[in-house]
């Protein structure tokens, strides 16, 4: 139950965030924000998930984003940003800037969310990276994968759609993603329900790998950001 709370405090403070009101305008970038990325280069990571069903299958993403924010001590900066419909915290690791991105929209329209804040940052796909639920894999597994299809999954589809992005990364433009296994159903006709069903008691045990994949994903940022081509 310890793992259940820890992944629920991943996404309990999405509720009460302005969900479901009327959004702004998502034109021009204001000054300060083009200010910031003249200033330090910017990497994301989304955590893709329904807003308003926390602690779900389908919200894995944001439910280790919960984790990142805590790992690096900014899980009080949420800021909302209507301008990118969705919550935005900051945060620095070595030498990245990082934009710690939580979408407002729906999991099938939320490439928007994410598209919206790469022209804020100026970011490019390669620059994005994305974490969310993988029924093609076993419960509790990780994987980071560079580009790659959908697979079935409407975020992924939905940012890969909005930020042009190439699922092969010979051709550029190809967004990292860590996949966390959810398991699949028996049965193909159950799959809705279940990526949005609640982990049941007897698979707590599995879920600890979870809370570790912000491991894998700062090893990630760091590795970017010590390449030569990031350097100033």
Not at 2 to 14: F, M, P, Q, S, Y
Not at 121 to 140: I, N, R, S, Y
Not at 153 to 161: A, P, W
Request: charged content about 20%; some cysteine; overall charge positive.
């Amino acid at each position: 139950m310890a793992v259940a709370a820890a992944i629920g405090r991943g996404l309990d403070d999405v509720r009460g965030r302005g969900l479901g009101h009327e959004l702004g305008p998502h034109g021009a970038v204001c000054p300060l924000a083009r200010r910031a990325v003249v200033e330090s280069g910017h990497e994301s990571v989304a955590g893709l998930g329904n807003p308003g069903l926390p602690g779900t299958r389908h919200s894995v993403g944001m439910a280790v984003l919960g984790q990142l924010v805590r790992r690096l001590r900014v899980a009080e900066s949420w800021a909302r940003d209507r301008r990118c419909a969705a919550d935005l915290a900051m945060a620095s690791l070595g030498d990245a800037q990082l934009a710690l991105l939580r979408p407002w929209r729906l999991m099938n329209v939320n490439g928007r969310s994410v598209a919206w804040a790469t022209e804020l940052f100026g970011l490019t796909a390669e620059e994005v990276c994305l974490v969310h639920d993988e029924l093609h894999k076993p419960l509790g597994k990780l994987a980071l994968k560079l580009g790659g299809s959908a697979r079935g999954h409407s975020g992924v589809r939905s940012c890969i759609s909005c930020l042009d992005s190439n699922m092969s990364p010979a051709l550029g433009r190809a967004m990292p993603r860590l996949r966390v296994g959810i398991g699949r159903p028996t049965h193909p006709d159950t799959v809705q329900s279940y990526v949005l069903s609640y982990f049941a008691p007897a698979e707590q045990e599995l879920l600890p790998p979870l809370l570790s994949a912000t491991d894998l994903l700062l090893d990630h940022i760091r590795e970017r950001s010590q390449r030569p081509s990031s350097s100033p």
